[in-house]
């Protein structure tokens, strides 16, 4: 009995004692962790007295601190799965190319239902690359049309310039969202008159 009361005085001594009834609750305790506390000049005083409180609350910050660290790590793997992912679902499997259209030989056309002169291109993703005759440079205007004169399908504009002894167009222009099929190539140089080719697309 006496060995008993006398641990608890070298414990209360020591602060090692559990909760009483003065100490913080654990509540308290986490609230002063989080700086929320309604009276932290309370806690504190408290804290300068008591070790176990002090402990306790080394202990919640201990804990707050490993889950920070927790949900970052989380963060960070959650933010490397999605790019991931990203990477992962892109379309990979359409390869990006050139249609090239070579002009350099071909005659427009006369008008609908002219055969002569066909020039053809594959629908493929990526641009479209027209090769024109020497001496032909400049900026043009080019639009894919279901006839002549008719509503574009797909419109573009670009520089002709010379690369590698020839004259080439580049043209943003995705020939794979347009439908396969016969159509009317039309190409106006400067500003200049619309000139029409027969264009099958493949
Ligand atoms: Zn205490």
Redesign the pocket.
């Known amino acids: 009995m006496q060995l008993a009361e006398a641990l608890t005085d070298a414990d209360r001594k020591n ?1 090692l ?1 559990n ?2 009834r ?3 609750s654990a509540e308290e305790l986490r609230q002063f962790a989080a700086g929320k506390s309604s009276q932290p000049d309370a806690v504190l005083v ?2 300068g ?6 402990e ?1 609350l080394s202990r919640l910050r201990g804990r707050t601190t490993r889950i920070r660290r927790l949900s970052l790590a989380l963060a960070t793997a959650i933010v490397v799965l999605v790019a991931v992912l990203l990477i992962s679902i892109r379309p990979s499997h359409v390869p990006i190319a050139i249609a090239t259209i070579d002009l350099r030989f071909a005659s427009p056309t006369r008008g609908a239902g002219n055969a002569e002169g066909i020039v053809h291109a594959a629908r493929s993703n990526g641009t479209v690359r027209i090769l024109l005759p020497i001496g032909s440079e400049g900026k043009y205007e080019s639009e894919i049309q279901s006839k002549p004169g008719g509503h574009p399908v797909v419109s573009s504009s670009g520089q002709a310039s010379l690369q590698n002894h020839e004259i080439v167009l580049d043209l943003p222009i995705n020939l794979a969202q347009v439908p396969s099929g016969s159509y009317y190539l039309a190409l106006r140089r400067n500003s200049s008159e619309w000139i029409y080719y027969s264009l099958d697309l493949k």
């Open positions: 602060g004692i909760h009483s003065d100490c913080l408290h804290l007295d008591c070790l176990t409180c002090t306790l």
